[in-house]
């Protein structure tokens, strides 16, 4: 069994995110909304103009970036079409294709079957990385880009217990309202706090939507879900063993 | 096993729905009968012999049952022998086997004040369903509040206590609540909570996955009587709540609001 906490890691490691075309060039007048893709509310997203082929980039200066998964929200969008998830070492000229296609068919998750997930990756020298979009097989499309996450994800050693209760409505973190459908409450009765101390220190855990991942969908029937957390209540049990209470909102899916 | 969720899922897919043999009468509109609150009814002109109400479908469809919210309407003088219809990939109209009320009299109504109607359905035909009401004799005008038809669903488990209706807390002007999904409010009467331990995870998911749960009213069919004598309740979801402890094992928690019942 595997559940997973993911938050958009490489936001916090990178310098910029940039919109480029097919040879890497910055495309000046969709960049002023590239932030869409970092994170918020789920149904941002950025249009391009047009059907050219499109490049959505996580770059750094020097430090190497690191992550072991990625999440696109709304992934069904580019169902059909040429898709790469690429990383570079040397940005932009010596990369790594993740995965690569001309007619993208993949496994979609969520509880539309509209997000997608890669995990079990070991990348710790990336200087960028992002996904390549172009018409492939599906021919030239306007490709719209929700969230794309670059995640270090936490693995919780043990299975919680989970209750879900209806919850339509809207939630307000900080100034920015997002509209919600479900509440969740999650707890996990012993962890270390070296472990909770890692959660806790998740880059943007308690201000930004993250995901929440069950392999197996033992627990999470939808296996991934978009969430809002809003409370992460920690109590000491026994010796090195803390319950920890997770409060979070999914996020509503749409059409 | 006996506790059905009725959806109109056919009336949330149809294409078309008109009528054969009647006029709709001026100022109805024949869409109320697909959802709504019991208030809202349809009434076509009156007329003899075959009259039906007709739901066709973009492709095949297999119900299980269907619903006449109002049926106590069709109890006229002259009685009126109702009957489900069922549509052949060629267009034919004709009955589908067993649900035939030859006459409909009172006894065969259902729900707390003997107004509905609702019956299981084995059909033949899949691309349209419906409705038909023959008059014994004379004129009748058809009435009717709501038409559901119906692929239901079923937990598989029966509800871990017999659950019983309850007032809802009074509000100083109306008792009139917005379903789950959407505002538009609908007059509701009592609330019931139900639970059904140890659900698997395929039947969350196909509850969550039925048409309109969450914004259309339904109806909760208990077609052995086993929980309320009266076996059919016409309802709007209040909330669910999910406890998962272990792995295809879900205690599932629904609050339903009973919708206004009236003469």
């Keep these: ?116 997930i890669l995990t079990g990756l070991s990348v710790a020298t990336a200087q960028a990385a992002g996904v390549v979009l172009d018409s492939g097989s599906g021919g030239a499309y306007t490709k719209k880009l929700s969230q794309l996450f670059f995640c270090n994800s936490f693995s919780f050693p043990q299975a919680p217990t989970v209750r879900t209760i209806s919850a339509f409505g809207p939630i307000v973190i900080g100034r920015q309202h997002y509209l919600v459908n479900e509440q969740l409450q999650i707890v996990w009765p012993q962890l270390t706090r070296a472990q909770v101390n890692t959660i806790q220190a998740l880059p943007r855990v308690l201000t930004e939507p993250c995901f929440l991942y069950d392999s197996t969908g033992r627990f999470l029937i939808d296996k991934l879900l ?16 803390h319950r920890l209470t997770m409060e979070c909102f999914a996020l509503r899916q749409y059409s | 096993m006996s506790l059905w969720i009725l959806p109109n899922t056919i009336g949330d897919v149809a294409t078309t729905l008109t009528e054969s043999g009647m006029t709709i009468a001026s100022g109805y509109d024949r869409t109320h009968i697909i959802n709504g609150a019991r208030s809202s009814h349809c009434r076509w002109q009156p007329a003899s012999g075959s009259q039906q109400i007709r739901y066709l479908l973009p492709t095949n469809y297999t119900p299980t049952h269907m619903v006449i919210a109002r049926a106590d309407w069709l109890c006229t003088q002259n009685t009126m022998r109702v009957k489900g219809f069922q549509r052949s990939s060629g267009g034919v109209w004709s009955g589908i086997s067993g649900a035939d009320y030859n006459p409909l009299a009172a006894a065969n109504l259902m729900g707390p004040r003997s107004q509905d109607l609702a019956f299981a359905i084995t059909p033949s035909e899949f691309t349209g369903f419906g409705l038909e009401a023959d008059t014994i004799s004379g004129t009748e005008a058809l009435q009717i509040s709501k038409l559901f038809v119906s692929v239901g669903f079923q937990f598989n488990v ?42 698997t995870t395929a039947k969350v998911l196909a509850f969550k996955a039925l048409p309109r749960i969450l914004n259309w009213p339904f109806f909760l069919f208990d077609d052995s009587g086993v929980i309320w004598s009266w076996k059919l309740e016409h309802v709007l979801l209040q909330s669910y709540e999910i406890n998962t402890s272990d792995a295809d094992y879900h205690d599932i928690t629904l609050k339903f609001l009973r919708l206004k019942q009236y003469e």
């Design chain 1, 1 to 116: 069994m595997t559940f997973q906490l993911l938050v958009n890691s490489i936001w916090d490691q990178s310098a910029v995110a940039r919109v480029t075309d097919g040879s890497d060039a910055e495309v000046a007048a969709e960049q002023p909304n590239v932030s869409v893709i970092t994170g918020g509310p789920r149904h941002l997203t950025l249009t391009q103009s047009g059907t050219a082929a499109r490049r959505y980039v996580y770059i750094n200066k020097t430090t190497p970036m690191s992550f072991d998964s990625l999440v696109m929200a709304r992934a069904d969008r580019h169902v059909g079409h040429s898709v790469a998830f690429r990383w570079w070492s040397n940005y932009t000229s010596t990369s790594t294709d993740l995965v690569t296609s001309t007619n993208w068919a993949p496994t979609l998750v969520g509880p539309r079957a509209q997000d997608y």
């Design chain 2, 158 to 199: 029966e509800p871990s206590f017999r659950p019983a209706w309850e007032p809802i807390p009074k509000s100083t002007t109306y008792d009139m609540r917005s379903p789950l999904y959407g505002t538009f409010p609908l007059e509701v009467e009592a609330v019931l909570e139900m639970r059904f331990q140890g659900v």
């Design chain 1, 226 to 241: 978009h969430v809002m957390i809003t409370r992460l209540s920690v109590v000491a049990e026994f010796n090195d063993l």
